[in-house]
């Protein structure tokens, strides 16, 4: 497929501890999240030193070993009580300085109060994992904690996700039975700083995380040009603000990746790239942790280009060898820019660097070794040459939604992956929603949403009857035989030639 050729928060709270049984609500962060220890009297902590954030590396190993002598021996066996001391004799540091030691497992972070470590959770990304997945947010050693009580803890960090499922009351019975009254194992709990999800419009929430989106990366692109660092933290906010909407609803996410902005061609390209992504992703699979991945590579698929000169990127002619010689280096650009932005996943950078390899591996840039491309840089690759080629650029109109979808069917096995552009068509239909089209009837319709079983036909909105003339809008169910009355859908059409303004009847 062709390089397109571009244009140019009340944060939520994640308090820790909370008693054992809390759980994390069914809403999860919408913003980047603010994290707020307590210590064992309540009060908000103050602050970690800087010895005291450097010494928490000390601390995980001493984790880690206490959890790996409990997976390889018995109860009783010495290697535990040793383990057990080594970790005991760190945290008696910070006891002797008085405070409290209150670790956040917080998706693929962790924390030392209000602190990301952000290099130790690189390190111990085994270790935050097998934390999380036995539901533990958060471990909080208090002060007055002595080696015996560390040890009967061993049974609690070195369990297994599914003993730990198979208890009843889990994690909560799991310390209960240890007997750590200096030990505070708690969730983490997600909460709007207002109001719950539940309480507000779904569309309005979905908007909010695109507009979020849309800020970040004109901060991105104004941080990039000046030659200033980017802030992992913001933008695993404004993605992880994106995954959430999409787990919860696809569809409202869906409707606004059909956005577009002729003078803001990169950021709403972008958004609307990482949200067919991750809506592609989640058909493959709900962990979190791939889908916030690739939700990031997707959302910066595009910075190396932030980096291009403007006249290039705007330029509406054909490009000179240099100029295309920019424009075609841009992957890599972005990975070395990403790649040094402490914080991001590395799966991440592997995405902006291979999304235009294509699935033949004939694209750019080149490897001496060949290997297939990672899927998430497969699926950013279908939604990328979707997105483009249903947008206005510089140098050509925009494709009628199922023109693209016909293009992108005709490169799967060359340019895409097959599979992926099954799915993408499953997800989106021939005919996708927000696209106005014209019935077998004559009648003009807007696609509200597809169908699973038959993406040919599309539950529609009947705007305007044969002569074209206006009426009370019709919703149709295209595969209901009765409903439908044996209308289908011809084509798409071009809602600016028509004077449609879509969002209007949505």
């Known amino acids: 497929m062709s390089d397109e050729a571009p244009r140019r928060h009340g944060p939520d709270k994640v308090r820790a501890p909370r008693s054992v049984t809390g759980s ?68 008696a540091q910070y006891h ?18 209000e602190q990301v470590l952000t290099e130790d959770s690189l390190l111990f990304d085994q270790l935050i994992r097998d934390i999380s997945g036995i539901g533990a947010g958060g471990i909080t050693f208090l002060r007055g904690l002595d080696p015996e009580e560390l040890a009967r803890f061993a049974v609690v960090v070195g369990a297994r996700p599914d003993q730990v499922a198979e208890l009843d009351g889990g994690i909560a019975t799991l310390v209960e039975r240890a007997r750590v009254p200096h030990i505070v194992v708690s969730t ?75 003078d803001e061609y990169t950021f709403y390209h972008s958004v609307n790239v990482a949200i067919l992504s991750v809506a592609l992703g989640s058909m493959l699979t709900r962990d979190y942790r791939f889908l916030s991945s690739l939700g990031i590579g997707a959302l910066l ?7 291009v000169d403007i006249e290039t990127l705007n330029k509406a002619g054909p490009l000179t060898t240099g ?31 291979e999304h235009h390899m294509r699935y033949d591996l004939t694209g750019y840039p080149q490897r001496p070794l060949k290997r297939p491309q990672h899927i998430a840089s497969r699926i950013v690759a279908v939604a990328d040459a979707y997105d483009a080629m249903t947008s206005q650029r510089p140098y050509s109109a925009p494709r009628m939604q199922d023109e693209a979808m016909g293009v992108i069917i005709r490169n ?20 996708p929603p927000r696209s106005l089209v014209l019935l077998s009837s004559g009648e003009t319709a807007v696609v509200v949403s597809v169908s699973p079983s038959e993406p040919s036909r599309p539950r529609v909105r009947v705007i305007a009857d044969e002569r074209g003339e206006m009426i009370t809008p019709l919703d149709i169910d295209l595969t209901d035989a009765a409903e439908s009355g044996g209308r289908s859908v011809l084509r798409c059409l071009d809602p600016a030639g028509m004077d449609v303004e879509i969002s209007d009847f949505l």
């Open 323 to 353: 100029e295309w010689e920019d424009i075609r280096n841009h992957p890599v650009n972005g990975a070395e820019i990403t790649a040094l932005t402490s914080g991001l996943d590395r799966a991440a950078v592997v995405c902006i660097l």
């Open 24 to 91: 994390p609500t069914d809403d999860a962060a919408l913003t980047p999240p603010r994290i707020t220890a307590e210590t064992s009297d309540g009060a908000a902590s103050i602050a970690f030193s800087a010895n005291q954030v450097r010494r928490a590396r000390h601390l995980l190993t001493r984790l880690y070993g206490l959890r790996r002598a409990r997976r390889l021996y018995p109860d009783a066996h010495p290697a535990i009580a040793e383990a057990a001391r080594d970790l005991h004799e760190v945290i």
């Open 301 to 307: 698929h595009d910075i190396g280009k932030m980096s």
């Open 412 to 431: 799967a096995g060359t340019a895409l992956d097959p599979v992926l552009v099954r799915l993408f068509v499953d997800l989106l239909g021939y005919f």
């Open 188 to 262: 983490v709990n997600v909460v709007r700083d207002d109001v719950t999800v539940a309480d507000e419009d779904e569309r309005q929430v979905a908007k909010a995380a695109y507009t979020g989106a849309l800020d970040l990366l004109r901060e991105v692109e104004r941080l990039i040009r000046s030659n200033q660092p980017l802030s992992a933290g913001h933008v695993k906010g404004a993605v992880r603000s994106l995954v959430d909407n999409i787990v919860r609803n696809r569809f409202a996410m869906l409707e606004l990746s059909s956005l577009k902005n002729f």
């Open 96 to 113: 002797a300085e008085g405070v409290d030691v209150p670790l956040t497992f917080f998706e693929e972070e962790v924390l030392l109060g």
